[in-house]
């Protein structure tokens, strides 16, 4: 039975946004001793200690340096951010002198059906004015605030022949019988300022529903965000359980995958590039030959089997909860994995003994793309696209396999252990610690 499920259903519970979700992996890190950065900074780096920096207090990077020069980068990247629904600027939407309701739009791919009928609350950043300084403070009212409601069958009566939602009707959200509500003041009054130092804010609506494990022998857990906050903890379990004497260990993970990375905190920015480019700068690594020896694991969580749908997946390549990690494939490399990558990092999980399975899309039904493809753009290296298998991806409560957080965390510490060597195109030693020190060549 897993030892690691408390945690990470734990860390999903305090991390209801993106922007909770870097102050719960900082919060880890500082315990760890990790010394934060800012990028507005100089930094004064130092071999054999551990560094993180945020951007944007929605995407965070952590790396430690070996004691001697390292000669690549071992790197995970996963991502901060779920669907949900944002509120927009002018917040509220009176419904005809009786309800006060939150005017949102939906944040990335999510089902919305699974949103109604159920408790949801709000959580994000408020914008605050400080005389002449300006605050940004994480908020959550960690408190069932707002509900869905669905249309009664009576008046709907086709409701469950497949219902059409549309988001800027059915679904915003109810927040008071107060037409004339002032949600400022509302706001001002949780973020603990007055209302005129409210400046602005960014925030979600979030599903309250607790995390619970399922199944005759607890063998499945259901939560809200397990896409991807499962590959965030878990990789940076892996992240902090390792030790590597030969190679600059980073762990990343970025905000707005679900829409496509293209922000200045996203993986399609320079925020990992730079961070490698001072790193590099400080011990005198030649950028070029780093990155042609480094590599870059990029998890994100993947479909299983459906239990009552197993025709939607691919006969051969359809994974199953508690499984192991999957090895996601995809000819038109919006997944990166391709030979060398997952025969590579196959053997560092058979190493750790992780079972694999693999993923690839039904050939008639296009799927998504994640951080990997979008992320070595800018920082070229090897690659592969892994993620631990589950059920309802983008719904409200999603499921997955209770026991496959062991087998991420295992998996990432045996890839961070790793001695990464690149002989040439096409040729690599891998070598493993082992013992007090040893390593073994593969």
């Known amino acids: 039975m897993s030892t690691a499920i408390n945690a990470l259903i734990n860390f999903i519970e305090k991390s209801p946004t993106a922007f909770h979700a870097v102050a719960s992996c900082a919060e880890i890190l500082e315990e760890k001793g990790y010394v934060r950065l800012f990028e507005g900074d100089e930094w004064k780096l130092e071999a054999g200690k551990g560094y993180y920096l945020t951007r944007n207090q929605s995407s965070v990077i952590a790396f430690r340096i070996p004691e001697k020069k390292p000669h690549n980068f071992l790197i995970t990247a996963s991502h901060t951010d779920s669907p949900m629904f944002k509120v927009k600027n002018e917040a509220l939407s ?104 409210l400046l602005g804010y960014d925030l979600y609506v979030y599903n309250r529903t607790s995390a619970t494990r399922i199944g005759m022998n607890g063998e499945f857990f259901s939560a809200p965000r397990i896409d991807n906050l499962m590959c965030a903890f878990g990789t940076l379990q892996g992240f902090i359980n390792s030790k590597n004497d030969h190679s600059v260990n980073l762990f990343y993970s970025a905000d707005n995958e679900e829409t496509g ?141 209770a026991d496959d957080i062991d087998h991420l965390i295992h998996a990432i510490t045996a890839f961070y252990n790793t001695e990464l060597t690149v002989l040439g195109d096409g040729q690599y030693c891998l070598q493993f610690s082992k013992g007090k020190g040893a390593r073994k060549n593969v």
């Open 94 to 197: 009176p419904a005809f002198e009786q309800y006060a309701r939150l005017n949102v739009e939906p944040y990335g791919g999510t089902i919305f059906s699974t949103w109604l009928d159920r408790p949801l609350s709000l959580a994000g950043r408020v914008i605050v004015s400080q005389g002449d300084k300006i605050e940004a403070r994480l908020i959550d009212f960690e408190r069932d605030l707002l509900v869905i409601p669905n249309v009664a069958i009576h008046m709907k009566r086709d409701i469950n022949s497949g219902c059409a939602y549309n988001p800027a009707i059915d679904l915003l959200p109810l927040l008071s019988q107060d037409a004339k509500t002032d949600f400022a003041e509302f706001l001002a009054n949780e973020a603990r300022c007055k209302k005129e130092e």
């Open 261 to 401: 990375s293209t922000t200045k905190q996203g993986a399609g920015s320079v925020f990992l590039s730079d961070v490698i480019d001072r790193i590099c700068e400080s011990f005198g690594i030649d950028r070029k030959r780093a990155l042609a020896s480094s590599m870059l694991v990029s998890a994100d969580n993947a479909h299983a089997k459906h239990p009552n749908h197993p025709e939607l997946g691919d006969a051969k390549n359809a994974p199953h909860l508690n499984g192991g990690v999957v090895i996601k494939n995809n000819a038109a490399q919006k997944y990166t994995t391709d030979g060398i990558s997952a025969s590579i990092f196959g053997k560092i999980c058979a190493y750790a003994d992780v079972p694999t399975q693999q993923y690839a899309n039904r050939s008639d039904m296009p799927g998504g793309s994640t951080l990997g493809s979008i992320a070595t753009t800018l920082t070229p290296m090897m690659s592969i696209d892994i993620g631990m298998a589950q059920l309802a991806m983008h719904s409200a409560y999603e499921t997955a396999g």
